[in-house]
């Protein structure tokens, strides 16, 4: 199979990663917008402490907001570098192809830098949605370990790679195959295990109350680690194929990173503002669905055990108050 040419496989990495990042963007000012709305809210209703505007979910959504846009900025610092600086634009291949340029390690530190994040708030999510279980996130702290030190390995190997080699030499190769396992693993961990929490919830309350609610949510999370996990695979044949395509693959992984992560927050956050404001149809048409609810609720004998009283959170970090654990 003849290789792509590298200079084509940069100029079609900016454009797709230019239109991946306007799909970010706009995600990451929805949840933002999404999120004050709400903690505005809450302190209208008397919430007097500011910890319900600076959650660790918001923390984490602007920092990969910086990251994701400090690296879609290197991508176009590297065009212009290529084209126009490097050289008086003469020898845009031999700027692409020397990977221990400055550019690239900090590119590559950016997207590093925006995995870790997002595996972070994952496994955090995952530990809210578990009750804080902590026996839960064992497995996905070690993997995140294992990609905080795997992550800076491919930075350091890209300032020694010499002029010449190719991303595809065994001396980096074997970081970036530790890079895409870990982060593999967390995101499949996670996902299953927030998806089977969701299901279960689900089938307990769903001939109750919520059940169409966490079904939503429980799509959002599968498409969400579909797309993220689906394209991981994607980058690392076409890393194990040492096709060019990968460099188009490897720059747009930090977009869809965080575009993953961002679907999850804005349907949490969609979440808040359909149950802030219940759309009703009708004063008559409202009175007669609560009266065949209450019917529908006085045929179901239920048996409610109150087991303990606990101050919780929501899986984005905001506090709920008082909530009851009522196993049914």
Request: a positive charge; proline letters at 3%.
């Amino acid at each position: 199979m003849a290789q792509l040419p590298l200079i084509s496989v940069n100029l079609a990495t900016v454009a797709l990663e230019s239109l991946l990042y306007g799909v970010f963007l706009t995600l990451a000012f929805t949840f933002i917008y999404l999120h004050i709305s709400r903690a505005g809210s809450q302190r209208a209703g008397g919430a007097r402490s500011l910890s319900v505007y600076f959650t660790p979910v918001l923390l984490g959504s602007i920092f990969v907001l910086l990251t994701v846009t400090g690296h879609w900025v290197m991508t176009v610092i590297r065009l212009f570098d290529a084209f126009v600086n490097f050289m008086g634009g003469q020898a845009a291949l031999l700027y692409y192809s020397d990977l221990a340029l400055t550019t690239e390690p900090v590119k590559i530190g950016f997207l590093i830098a925006t995995l870790i994040t997002c595996d972070i708030l994952f496994i955090y999510r995952l530990w809210i949605v578990w009750g804080y279980n902590y026996y839960v996130i064992i497995v996905p702290c070690l993997t995140i370990l294992g990609l905080c030190v795997a992550g800076p390995g491919v930075i350091y190997q890209l300032t020694q790679v010499g002029s010449g080699n190719t991303v595809f030499i065994a001396s980096l190769a074997r970081w970036v195959s530790a890079d895409y396992a870990f982060t593999f693993v967390t995101n499949v961990y996670s996902s299953v295990g927030i998806a089977w929490k969701v299901w279960r919830s689900r089938h307990r309350t769903g001939a109750y109350a919520g059940g169409t609610s966490l079904m939503r949510v429980l799509v959002t999370i599968v498409e969400s680690a579909a797309l993220y996990t689906s394209y991981t695979v994607f980058f690392f044949g076409a890393y194990q194929a040492e096709s060019n395509l990968q460099y188009t693959a490897v720059d747009t992984l930090c977009p869809i990173a965080g575009i993953a992560f961002m679907m999850i927050n804005v349907r949490v956050g969609l979440g808040w503002a359909q149950r802030a404001h219940p759309s009703t149809s009708s004063g008559v048409s409202s009175r007669r669905t609560a009266m065949q609810e209450q019917q529908s609720f006085a045929m179901r004998p239920v048996a409610v055990d109150i087991q303990k009283v606990v101050d919780s959170q929501d899986d984005m970090g905001m506090p709920v108050g008082m909530k009851s654990e009522l196993p049914v």
